[in-house]
């Protein structure tokens, strides 16, 4: 597609209740990041896969949260029980090599909210 | 991990020029700048490789120090359009990336 899109737009989630983020890159595009923006704060680190393979995982806070991207394009966040805290807007981003000498672009993002 | 930026908050009128500088305690690969309008994605400015180099992007340019481990926006000749929150982002190591603690920038008329 010509950008990244993010589904859904908007979710919220009774505590307690399961929710999966979905992240659509830029076709071609071998790196994807996943990243937690709280209110007001900067974008926090997640997870970064480079094609299907996710090789670091060290942003997760915790083991309730955990990502796949099983054919190296669609990736999605999965988040287990959800907690207040989980309250965040969840943005992904892609480029298309390493991401050592490219940009990366960001989809929109989804806006969790935990009630 | 996550670099330092200051200033905190810029209020400028139409015009005027800012410094936005980003600070790092880990020897980086590059440093990349987005800036972010309220309520949307950030949006890639530019990146820098190490090697001291200084990149420009219309009246918005940057610097790279990598013996510091520090970075400089320059905005020049601010518009209205140049609104937003600035992020630096690094990379220490291979596989990860940091954004920064945010500069917000308001151009006002």
Redesign the interface.
Known sequence: GAGVSQSPRYKVAKRGQDVALRCDPISGHVSLFWYQQALGQGPEFLTYFQNEAQLDKSGLPSDRFFAERPEGSVSTLKIQRTQQEDSAVYLCASSYGTHQSYGYTFGSGTRLTVV | Q?PVQSPQAVILREGEDAVINCSSSKAL??V?WYRQKHG????????L?KGGEQKGHEKISASFNEKKQQSSLYLTASQLSYSGTY?C?T?PT?????????TSLTVIP
């Open positions: 996550q690969y590059s990349h949307e994605a950030p949006v890639f400015l530019m990146i490789l992020f982002g990379e291979g596989n990860q990336f940091y954004f920064g603690t945010g």
